[in-house]
Structures are given as structure tokens and as C-alpha cells.
């Protein structure tokens, strides 16, 4: 059955600046596809991420390639085959998910096997910076029961300890996109082990961490960079014992699906987590994070503006999305 793809690029305003090891950023790119069909629309929301070489202009070029195939009313199964995993394909694939759900009448969730969702706890992000000015931000939010902290490979040290003094009672964990190396990844472990942080993500650059298979972890080492798809899980076993889903990485939530179940058989630690978006990104992705041992999903929060029908949040807290959102 035919559909009309229409395909937009938009902006949203990030409250104050968001910066981890690879720059700063004041505005949020997304790229939003709508597929309707008899009056009925499906959405979804995608984000080009440079680290991947993507760019809004890419994504759309790439989704433009198919539009004959996916107006022509092609399957979930079928589109696996037809893109690669990445932002473009989450667009699509979310957006087919959610006019499924809406010809069937009845919940995305209910098609995936979850009888009800249930809120959940989310991390909440302390971008990097000096240690002080983490410190001060880290006090704001202390709060917060979880805190994801942003590292950047030297300095990292007084940063954990900062954050830590300032935020004494929230469980931290902590992002270090890459930026740790060989000569100082056992010292920032034992700096986390001290700080009693839960999880370290991605200290070491994709590609370049077979050391991790050597130094005693002593605290879980969380895969994100290293990690798209279901076939990457064996191959990391040796280096990583948890690891972080995104619906961008895996190219949609159908993907994603077959990534947790597959973690989840080789007894992975889970996390959940997101690119900065806006609560249509983090709809599809709370049905993954349901039974995830680790949450991070706080891209509204971290936004000025957010769409109409969001997320709500209470402080950490997110109430499952409503019908008008997504699913």
C-alpha cells in the first residue's frame, strides 16, 4: 500500500551550550520524516552525527535515494535490506513503526511485545569544562539521582573528584568519548573507582582499545563509539562488559530490538542512551531502555525547546510518551 514521504530539517535550541571531548554546540540539527497514508501519519526523528560523517544534507540525500521504495509501501524487514544502519535509516524506520502502530490501532509498545511502559530514571548530563566550573554545574544538579559526566581525556582526574565532592549522594557515570589514551586510562579508572562511579563509557577511540582486553576493569567498561549493530557484539566481548544502544547507530528501532536481545543473551550490562534530540528520538528509544540497567536519555532536558506533545519529566523522571508524540 503506498504512502507520501515528506522529509524536513530542523533546529532546536539547546538551553545554555552542550560540550563533550569533541566540541561545544549551541543548537540541535535533526532531520524529521512524516509517511502518511489514508489520513494516518507516522513520525520520525533522526540525528546526523559527523562522527559517522554524516551531515543533515547527507541523511537527506540518502533517504531521498529511496523515497520511490519507501512511497511504494515497503516492510520493516525490507528496509533493513534496503539502507545501511545509521541516522537515515532511523528516520524512516521509526516512522514506519509508528504508522504501523496507528493502521493497526493499536501502540508500538504493544507490537514489540510490552503490555504497558513504565516511567523511567534518567540520567542527567554534566557537560565537560574546567573542574570548577564542572563542580558548580555538578552542584545545581545534585539532586539528580543519576549524572552522566562528560570527560576529556587529561585533566579527567580532578574533574571525577570535582564532580564527585559536589554531587556527594547521585550515582555517576561517566562519557569519555574517546578522548582517554594508553598512558592515562588506568589512572582515570582508579580516579572513578574512587569517585564510585557505576559505569565509564568509551575511554578509548574505536579501533584503537585492545588494551581494554588487558587492564583489570574495575568497574564496568561500556561500549558506545565501538558499538552499532547486532554483529559488533561478539568482537567486543573480550574488551567491554556493558553496552550503550543508540537508535542512530543501529539504524532504527527494529535493529535495535535485535541488539538488546542478542546483549541480553550474552549477558551484557545495558544502557539506553541518545543523541541530543528531541523527545520524538527518545520515544522509540524508551521502549529499548524498559529493563536497561542504565538510562540516558535527557536530550529534552538539556533543550530550550522541545516539540509540542513532549516528554514530561519529573526532575530526573520520564513518563512514557503520549499517543500524539510517537507509537
Known amino acids: ?55 543533515v544534507e547527507s541523511v537527506i540525500a540518502q533517504i531521498e535515494t529511496v523515497r520511490a521504495q519507501i512511497e511504494a509501501g515497503l516492510s520493516l524487514e525490507e528496509l533493513q535490506n534496503l539502507m545501511p544502519p545509521g541516522a537515515a535509516r532511523n528516520a524512516i524506520d521509526c516512522a514506519l513503526w509508528d504508522l504501523t502502530a496507528k493502521r493497526s490501532g493499536t501502540s508500538v509498545a504493544e507490537l514489540v511485545g510490552i503490555k504497558s511502559q513504565h516511567r523511567l530514571q534518567t540520567a542527567y548530563t554534566i557537560s565537560v569544562g574546567t573542574a570548577e566550573k564542572m563542580a558548580q554545574d ?28 559536589a554531587a556527594p549522594h547521585s550515582k555517576l557515570i561517566v562519557d569519555a568519548n574517546e578522548s582517554w589514551s594508553e598512558h592515562n586510562l588506568e589512572a582515570n579508572i582508579a580516579a572513578c573507582k574512587k569517585a564510585e562511579v557505576g559505569l565509564v563509557e568509551q575511554p578509548l577511540p574505536a579501533g584503537k582499545d585492545a588494551i581494554l582486553a588487558q587492564v583489570e576493569h574495575l568497574i564496568p567498561i561500556c561500549a558506545d563509539e565501538s558499538l552499532h549493530t547486532s554483529s559488533d557484539l561478539e568482537s567486543l566481548r573480550d574488551r567491554y562488559s556493558a553496552i550503550n544502544i543508540k537508535i542512530d547507530k543501529t539504524g532504527g528501532l ?31 528509544a524508551m521502549l529499548l531502555a524498559q529493563n536497561a540497567q542504565f538510562v540516558d536519555l535527557d536530550g529534552p532536558l538539556l533543550l530550550a525547546k522541545d516539540r509540542d506533545h513532549a516528554i514530561q519529566f519529573e526532575g530526573n523522571l520520564m513518563h512514557p510518551p503520549s499517543p500524539q508524540l510517537w507509537g
Do not use: W
Open 1 to 55: 500500500m503506498t504512502c507520501h514521504l515528506s522529509i524536513k530539517a530542523e533546529t532546536f535550541p539547546i538551553a545554555g551550550s552542550f560540550t563533550i571531548a569533541r566540541g561545544s554546540r549551541t543548537e540541535v540539527h535533526v532531520v524529521t520524516t512524516t509517511l502518511t497514508q489514508n489520513g494516518l501519519t507516522g513520525r520520525g526523528e533522526c540525528v546526523p552525527y559527523s562522527r559517522y560523517n554524516e551531515s
Open 254 to 284: 527494529t535493529e535495535g530490538l535485535k541488539l538488546l536481545r542478542k546483549a541480553e543473551a550474552l549477558d551484557y550490562v545495558i544502557m539506553v542512551g541518545c543523541m541530543l534530540a528531541t523527545s520524538l528520538s527518545m520515544a522509540p
Open 138 to 165: 555538578a552542584v545545581k544538579a545534585s539532586n539528580r539521582p543519576l549524572l552522566k559526566v562528560k570527560l576529556a581525556g587529561e585533566g579527567d582526574v580532578q574533574r571525577i573528584a570535582a564532580v564527585r565532592q
